[in-house]
Nanobody
Framework: HVQLVESGGGSVPAGGSLTLSCVVS???????????MAWFRQTPGKKREGVVV???????????YYADSVKGQFTISLDNAENTLYLRMNDLKSVDTAMYYC????????????????WGQGTQVTVS
């Protein structure tokens, strides 16, 4: 069965950077079998928020959509050869503190939609 495993979270000072990784396993085609891949984040007591999605059928810059709150600050990338989705986070602020989740779907799905085929277990990012 398909699994998503995130890594790369940690504690950083404000202004610092982190790169999160999400490895897709359990499918012979790996990440290439997913039409949509995204990062979400959630803080205690709040609804999970879509951060960025990439639509892999084109993997072009035009197929990436970012939440307004992270535009110019976060960058998503996908390496199908490594079956890995990345999230580069720069100039981190305390408001970016959250559990970050990777999500994947075999079809096209909007970032605002919360029901995806597959979810990772999350990796914690804490900005102090």
């Amino acid at each position: 069965h398909v699994q998503l495993v995130e890594s790369g979270g940690g504690s950083v000072p404000a202004g610092g950077s982190l790169t999160l990784s999400c490895v897709v396993s359990g499918d012979t085609s790996g990440s290439a079998s997913m039409e949509s891949m995204a990062w979400f984040r959630q803080t205690p007591g709040k609804k999970r928020e879509g951060v960025v999605v990439v639509y892999t059928s084109t993997n072009s810059r035009e197929s990436e959509y970012y939440a307004d709150s992270v535009k110019g600050q976060f960058t998503i990338s996908l390496d199908n050869a490594e079956n890995t989705l990345y999230l580069r986070m720069n100039d981190l602020k305390s408001v970016d503190t959250a559990m970050y989740y990777c999500a994947a779907d075999r079809g096209w799905i909007a970032l605002s939609h919360d029901v995806w085929d597959y979810w990772g277990q999350g990796t914690q990012v804490t900005v102090s």
